[in-house]
């Protein structure tokens, strides 16, 4: 079964003070590797999208990564307005559609 | 990038009655959409695939004709909470792909969401 894992559930940092967010997931076959961010009571918000593994991208002060089995969002030097919930989705090769399968994301609290 | 716009944004309706949400695709031809169910704290769940001119394709467990679909045209997807109770009180995202000559979907692109509680 396709499946996604998000770790932590909740993550606190000071501002400036540099994390990384996981996600594993297991997949028959994957198509591709997203990474959003969603503010409360709103859609998410797109970031990144990673194909292979040994990938890298890069955003401000997100870098996302991709290997065989998870992937990690790099925050660097944060602020208060990265605070967000991330939340780490796959397309597998499996199903006739583009569908995407959601971690339960992690709840990143910056504080001043 | 692309825009998806999603309304009403908030809606409470008495238990019984139904409830029509729309998602529309503002700058681009989306043939296939998405509707997702989000709880709070929880992750976003597949209800269906919405596609332009055909039936949706519901995921399992989810009722087709407790959730009506329709997807009239390339910009309009429609979802019908029908004879809603206080348990389909939740937050409905839509989302379009933007896809690619080779038929990948590069990202997708999410409406606001609409907040349904149903009193």
Known sequence: ED?????????RLQEG??????????VSGLRGLFWYR??????PEF????YSAGEEKEKERLKATLTKK???????????????????AVTPFSGGY?????????RLAVHP | GAVVSQHPSWVICKSGTSVKIECRSLDFQATTMFWYRQFPKQSLMLMATSNEGSKATYEQG????????????LTLSTLTVTSAHPEDSSFYICSAD???RTGFSTEAFFGQGTRLTVV
């Open chain 2, 62 to 73: 989810v009722e087709k004709d407790k959730f009506l679909i329709n997807h009239a045209s």
């Open chain 1, 17 to 26: 003070e540099s994390s990384s967010l996981n996600c594993s997931y297991t």
């Open chain 1, 70 to 88: 998870e992937s990690f969002l790099h925050i660097t030097a944060p602020k208060p307005e990265d605070s967000a919930t991330y939340l780490c």
């Open chain 2, 98 to 100: 933007v896809i690619t």
């Open chain 1, 98 to 106: 583009n569908k995407l399968i959601f971690g339960a994301g992690t």
């Open chain 1, 47 to 50: 970031l990144f999208t990673l």
């Open chain 1, 38 to 43: 969603q503010d409360p009571g709103k859609g």
């Open chain 1, 3 to 11: 499946q996604v894992t998000q770790s932590p559930e909740a993550l």
